[in-house]
């Protein structure tokens, strides 16, 4: 999901927001955990969230260009919506987010549409191969 886009200190940032959002409803479905699992294996590098920085203020303004705001939010709303159910604790976690870069509504709109498409499609891929 484009995260090879994003610098070292971004990529920790999004990881961490990524993983909170997860955890936002009170449950981490498989689904979740999985789509985690792939984003940090996509990063090729050996970067997690620490408890610390899932539960901090993080610094959204290292987010510094529209393409990595673009990610980060694309990002959170798949892990959000990954388990088919969008929870009103996530969307704190959204808010947050999409306040902070100045997101309008419309644009957030498309963005959620994009998100379900990718997510849609992830999870076909992995019913696909767990289909045995």
Not at 13 to 26: C, G, K, L, Y
Not at 39 to 49: G, K, P
Not at 103 to 111: F, G
Request: without cysteine; aromatic residues 8%; glycine residues 2%.
């Amino acid at each position: 999901m484009f995260l090879w886009r994003l610098n070292t200190e971004q990529r920790q940032i999004f990881m961490a927001m990524a993983t909170r959002m997860a955890m936002a409803d009170a449950q981490v479905p498989p689904a979740e955990v999985r789509l985690l699992d792939d984003f940090a294996a996509s990063l090729e590098t050996d970067i997690s969230a620490s408890g610390e920085a899932v539960f901090m203020s993080p610094d959204l303004s290292i987010f510094d260009t529209h393409e990595s705001r673009t990610i980060m939010v694309l990002g959170i709303l798949a892990v959000a919506l990954s388990d088919d159910h969008f929870h009103v604790d996530e969307s704190a976690v959204l808010n947050q987010v999409t306040d902070a870069f100045d997101i309008s509504p419309e644009k957030l709109h498309r963005l959620r549409l994009w998100a379900e498409r990718i997510v849609s499609m992830y999870n076909d891929y992995h019913s696909l191969i767990d289909d045995r």
